[in-house]
C-alpha cells in the first residue's frame, strides 16, 4: 500500500501523458482526479488499521507524516471529514503508545538519571 501512496512521477494515478485532445485530456485528467479522491483516503484508513491492528504503532505514525508530506502532498485528495477521521485514527495510535510507556510519538518516556 506504501508503493502507491508514494508513487512517483506527481504520485498514483496522476496523469503523465501529454493532453492532445483538449476535451478529452481535460477529462480523463478530471477522471484521474476523482479516482485519487476516492482511493487515496480510503488505502490510508486501510493501512492504518492493518498497522494498528498489528500493533505497529510508530508506522502509523510515519504515515501521518507521509499524508502531510509537502512532497507527496497526499492531504490535498481528503475531504475534511476525511481528514478528521485520520487524526482521530492518530489519537487512537498515540493513546495506546502512551499505554505501552511510551509518548504520544512513539518515543521512550523514561528519565535518564
Not at 47 to 74: F, G, M, R
Amino acid at each position: 500500500i506504501y508503493n502507491v501512496l508514494l508513487f512517483p512521477d506527481g504520485g498514483w494515478m496522476v496523469d503523465q501523458r501529454p493532453e492532445e485532445d483538449e476535451v478529452e485530456g481535460s477529462s480523463r485528467s478530471h477522471q484521474l482526479e476523482l479516482l485519487r479522491q476516492l482511493c487515496l483516503p480510503l488505502m490510508c484508513v486501510l493501512l492504518h488499521n492493518v498497522l494498528h491492528s498489528t500493533e505497529q504503532y510508530k508506522q502509523c505514525l510515519q504515515l501521518a507524516d507521509v499524508i502531510s508530506s509537502e512532497q507527496y502532498q497526499l492531504y490535498k485528495v481528503f475531504r475534511k471529514d476525511e481528514l478528521q477521521k485520520m487524526l482521530s485514527l492518530f489519537r487512537d495510535t498515540s493513546l495506546a503508545l502512551l499505554g505501552s510507556n511510551l509518548d504520544p510519538l512513539g518515543y521512550d518516556m523514561t528519565q535518564k538519571s
